[in-house]
């Protein structure tokens, strides 16, 4: 049961991460070509403004690709280690990566009494793992074996690049309508729609009244709209890389004590932020995400995430005293 109860939850993650990237995808797509019709009025328009849209995507992809996860280790102070200065630590990260059938990535500690880790990079032969001396100093050895498991799954499942692939495309939906909502007040598209108009029909005026107003609407909501995918593609990932940890693992409890460990502890990370909260195993922002477990938290509720990890070995739900614990800790 356990065996089928995580597989299932992976291949259920799996489908909902890849539909919520072709909803970004399609709001990025349906942005570009509205631009473009009310611009030009025509169809070379609308191919035209949504090519420029998936440029724009393709090309802000490229630079986060390849010096992407270097900003994000330099922005967390992370600094490199191996066997000689780090030895339970990268011992643990070598047999977990065995287990994975991955690369070793490379290893980074974060001085700071927090305890979280995160994974990034483009692939798994070219993956870097940071983990916080807190973790390091607050887990035993099999909590910690649960938490590089989460991570190197983040790696395996090539979780690292799909996050990437979806910033990028949220990225360019606020850069595109924030250019097009300049340009609008500028004068450029009502100065050249109303020449244009004058010389056309009723119908044919009413009609790009309408394409205006609803470009100006998309290019309002297309941000929020693909900020809540993202947050949405970002929480399906943790439940799949916590299944996948315990697919590594065979051992959910070293997980569980784990999620439980962290998010009770108070201590705020100081190298966060906003950009890189995501990242990380449990939301390092503890004051903002006290109460952020709705639409616009980067993380599922850890208490929703242990109790999917108990269900998978045929264990209740946590009771009512555990369950206060982590009250407004998620």
Same mark, same amino acid.
């Given at each position: 049961?356990?065996?089928?109860?995580?597989?299932?939850?992976?291949?259920? *993650?799996?489908? $909902?991460?890849?539909?919520?990237?072709?909803?970004?995808? =399609?709001?990025?797509? !349906?942005? +570009?070509?509205?631009?473009?019709?009310?611009?030009?009025?025509? =169809?070379?328009?609308?191919?035209?403004?949504?090519?420029?849209?998936?440029?724009?995507?393709?090309?802000?992809?490229? +630079?986060?690709? #390849?010096?992407? %996860?270097?900003?994000?280790?330099?922005?967390?102070?992370?600094?490199?280690?191996?066997?000689?200065?780090?030895?339970?630590?990268? $011992? &643990?990260?070598?047999?977990?990566?065995?287990?994975?059938?991955?690369?070793?990535?490379? !290893?980074?500690?974060?001085?700071?009494?927090?305890? *979280?880790?995160?994974?990034? +990079?483009?692939? @798994?032969?070219?993956?870097?793992?940071?983990?916080?001396?807190?973790?390091?100093?607050?887990? %035993?050895?099999?909590?910690?074996?649960?938490?590089?498991?989460?991570?190197?799954?983040?790696?395996? $499942?090539?979780?690292?690049?799909?996050?990437?692939?979806?910033? &990028?495309?949220?990225?360019?939906?606020?850069?595109?309508?924030?250019?097009?909502?300049?340009?609008? #007040? =500028?004068? +450029?598209?009502?100065?050249?729609?109303?020449?244009?108009?004058?010389?056309?029909?009723?119908?044919?005026?009413?009609?790009?009244?309408? &394409?205006?107003?609803?470009?100006?609407?998309?290019?309002?909501?297309? @941000?929020?709209?693909?900020?809540? !995918?993202?947050?949405?593609?970002?929480?399906?990932?943790?439940?799949?890389? %916590?299944?996948?940890?315990?697919?590594?693992?065979?051992?959910?409890?070293?997980?569980?004590?784990?999620?439980?460990?962290?998010?009770?502890?108070?201590?705020?990370?100081?190298?966060? $932020?906003?950009?890189?909260?995501?990242?990380?195993?449990?939301?390092?922002?503890?004051?903002?995400?006290?109460?952020?477990?709705?639409?616009?938290?980067?993380?599922?509720?850890?208490?929703?995430?242990?109790?999917?990890?108990?269900?998978m070995y045929g264990q209740p739900p946590l009771d009512a005293q555990a369950v206060a614990a982590l009250k407004g800790l998620e």
């Open positions: 049961m356990a065996a089928t109860s995580f597989r299932s939850q992976i291949s259920t *993650n799996k489908r $909902n991460s890849i539909l919520l990237v072709l909803i970004v995808l =399609w709001i990025l797509i !349906v942005l +570009g070509a509205s631009i473009g019709f009310l611009l030009t009025g025509d =169809w070379t328009g609308i191919v035209g403004m949504t090519v420029l849209a998936l440029f724009l995507g393709a090309l802000m992809a490229a +630079g986060s690709y #390849f010096s992407g %996860d270097t900003l994000v280790l330099a922005a967390s102070k992370a600094r490199r280690v191996d066997g000689t200065s780090a030895p339970q630590l990268t $011992n &643990v990260v070598q047999e977990m990566s065995l287990a994975a059938g991955v690369p070793m990535p490379a !290893v980074y500690i974060i001085d700071d009494s927090a305890p *979280n880790a995160f994974a990034t +990079g483009r692939d @798994p032969r070219h993956a870097s793992i940071a983990i916080t001396t807190g973790l390091l100093q607050k887990l %035993d050895r099999e909590e910690l074996q649960g938490v590089i498991g989460h991570e190197l799954s983040h790696v395996r $499942n090539y979780d690292i690049r799909f996050t990437l692939l979806v910033g &990028v495309l949220v990225g360019s939906i606020a850069l595109l309508a924030d250019l097009f909502l300049q340009f609008t #007040f =500028w004068g +450029g598209v009502v100065g050249g729609r109303g020449r244009r108009s004058s010389s056309s029909s009723g119908g044919g005026s009413g009609l790009q009244a309408i &394409v205006f107003v609803v470009a100006i609407v998309l290019a309002i909501l297309a @941000p929020i709209a693909a900020r809540l !995918v993202q947050l949405a593609v970002s929480r399906q990932r943790e439940y799949l890389a %916590d299944a996948s940890s315990v697919d590594l693992t065979r051992n959910p409890t070293g997980l569980e004590s784990a999620l439980m460990k962290i998010a009770a502890d108070q201590e705020p990370l100081e190298v966060a $932020n906003r950009a890189t909260q995501h990242l990380y195993i449990v939301n390092p922002m503890k004051k903002l995400s006290d109460r952020g477990i709705g639409l616009f938290s980067t993380h599922p509720p850890v208490l929703d995430r242990v109790n999917r990890l108990r269900a």
